[in-house]
């Protein structure tokens, strides 16, 4: 990878991450943070990788995200210099779904080891 598209990438995180910050649509306010960014080689295509507070509504979340794009993508035209706006498009962030994942195997696993202690 590029250290351009390294560096679009850490400005778009940083941006969008201030955006997402300010909307005030009550299914995305103070739920949603921005993990990660990945940007197509030629810089038109951007996904936003996000997470969300356990238990939250996932599908809402993401509605909120997505109609909400248009008014993210214009703050990232106004604050950067590319020749193209990238298109943005939100994805939950795969990696923190799998850390509860493990995070809840582990816990099950130490209760089973704490049963057979106690037997």
Known sequence: MSERIRKVESRL??????EV???SDPRIKGLVTVTNV??????RQAT??????SGENIEG????????????QAAVAAQTRLK???RLRFEQ????ENVSRVEAAL???KGMREDAVDE
């Open 107 to 109: 816990r099950k696993l």
């Open 84 to 86: 193209h706006t990238p």
């Open 38 to 43: 990945r940007v197509s080689p030629d810089l």
């Open 93 to 96: 962030d795969p990696v923190v």
């Open 21 to 23: 910050a300010s909307l």
């Open 13 to 18: 995180k940083e941006i969008v991450g201030e």
């Open 61 to 72: 979340a993401r509605e909120g995200l997505q109609s909400s794009a248009g008014r993210i």
């Open 48 to 53: 936003i990788y996000y997470s969300l507070l």
